[in-house]
């Protein structure tokens, strides 16, 4: 009796371990952010950053070895891993000009539109 009991006490424990690692594992889980970004601006993007609103520093570029010719344009998966649906983006042209746009809402957007003549302002993060 006591060996079933043994048995079964230690059957719930490794069943609740399994269950609290699964729920940890969907939290750490974030879902894809993909937006396209669209080359509007009459140059080449040769680098592009997304990063948390707040922070003021530029995560790596997600280009990588890619470029975005004008009036082409790339799917980028913009998650940084925080889950947030808020990005502060930039786009280095090939000129060396930065075009940043703070605050960009990619839960709501799928594509993201960059051109030359929009006033580069800070959102509320």
Excluded: K
């Excluded at 530029?58 to 913009?78: F, H, K, Q, T």
């Amino acid at each position: 009796m006591l060996n079933v009991i043994v048995r079964r006490t230690f059957g719930a424990a490794a069943l609740s371990l399994a269950i609290l690692g699964s729920a940890a594992f969907q939290m750490a889980d974030c879902p894809s952010r993909p937006v396209l970004i669209v080359n509007a601006t009459g140059q080449t993007i040769t680098h592009f950053y997304a990063s948390t609103p707040g922070f003021n520093v530029w995560e790596e570029d997600l280009l990588g070895d890619r470029v975005i010719p004008n009036g082409a344009s790339a799917r980028i998966d913009v998650n940084n891993g925080s889950g947030r649906c808020r990005y502060d983006f930039r786009a280095r042209l090939a000129d060396g000009t930065e075009l940043d746009r703070w605050g960009v809402d990619v839960c709501r957007i799928a594509e993201y539109r960059f051109t030359t003549d929009e006033p580069e302002r800070r959102a509320d993060p």
